[in-house]
């Protein structure tokens, strides 16, 4: 009997989900493009034409960044995997992630101006790929957080269409603000830290309102299954 009730009334996995929790989602993908945008369109120009550091170290440089984080995103893949908390798996690297994240934006712009050439390639290689562990801290854990807010694949494909425009807007927003806000604080490299602080501020604020909005249902609904076990 019991099975022919199942059979006249499956589970549903769709959860109540509204237009704020997919908007919400989506902030996250705008926040973390003020960075990732940013790196494909002005990191090389100002280390070269701000900085004045050669092509062919920055490109080296990037080269062996490239590399190494492949290898972070297999090592931050597993912790979050092994991450059990009052918030879930993804969403404390969020809340711990962001403002190291931010921080560590900045700094790949504030290179020291009077040190040597040397201690500038020194600096850029370290706050470099300090920040591509912050990035991936950050990239990782969002990513899989759809999966466990809802076990619904049309939900999980709602999320995904809006973190896909919403990172749209997030390109658009570093390609037309970054250099008009540059050139409005002075146009010297401590007008880019500027620009930088102001996007990585609102950068924080678009994570928090993820951490804030999301619920790791699945992973709840999984515990509470193992308690009656």
């Known amino acids: 009997m ?12 769709k959860e109540k989900l509204g237009f704020t929790d997919y908007v919400g989602f989506g902030f996250g993908d705008m926040a973390i493009n003020f960075t990732f945008a940013s790196l494909g369109m002005f990191v090389v120009f100002f280390y070269t034409d701000v900085i004045g550091i050669s092509a062919g170290i920055i490109g080296t440089l990037m080269l062996f960044s490239r590399s190494f984080d492949g290898i972070i995103d297999v090592v931050v893949g597993g912790l979050v995997d092994k991450t059990h908390s009052r918030w879930g798996k993804t969403r404390p690297w969020l809340l711990f992630g962001a403002l190291p994240f931010a921080i560590l934006t900045i700094s790949i712009f504030a290179v020291p101006a009077s040190w040597s050439e040397v201690w500038k390639i020194i600096y850029i290689f370290l706050s470099y790929n ?15 957080l759809n ?15 809006f973190r896909m425009f919403m990172a749209q807007i997030g390109v658009l927003i570093v390609t037309n603000a970054t250099m008009p806000m540059v050139n409005f604080f002075g146009n010297k490299q401590l007008s880019w830290v500027i620009t ?3 996007l990585s501020i609102i950068s924080v604020g678009l994570l928090m309102i993820v951490f804030k909005s999301q619920r790791e249902r699945v992973q709840v609904s999984a515990a509470s299954e193992k308690k009656f076990l």
Do not use: C, W
Request: charged share 15%; no cysteine; glycine share 2%.
């Open 2 to 13: 019991a099975s022919n009730a199942d059979a006249q009334h499956p589970v549903s996995f």
């Open 147 to 161: 999966s466990l807010v809802t076990r619904d694949q049309h939900q999980r494909e709602k999320f995904n269409l």
């Open 196 to 198: 930088y602080t102001v």
């Open 130 to 144: 300090l920040l591509m562990i912050a990035f991936s801290a950050i990239a990782i854990p969002y990513g899989t």
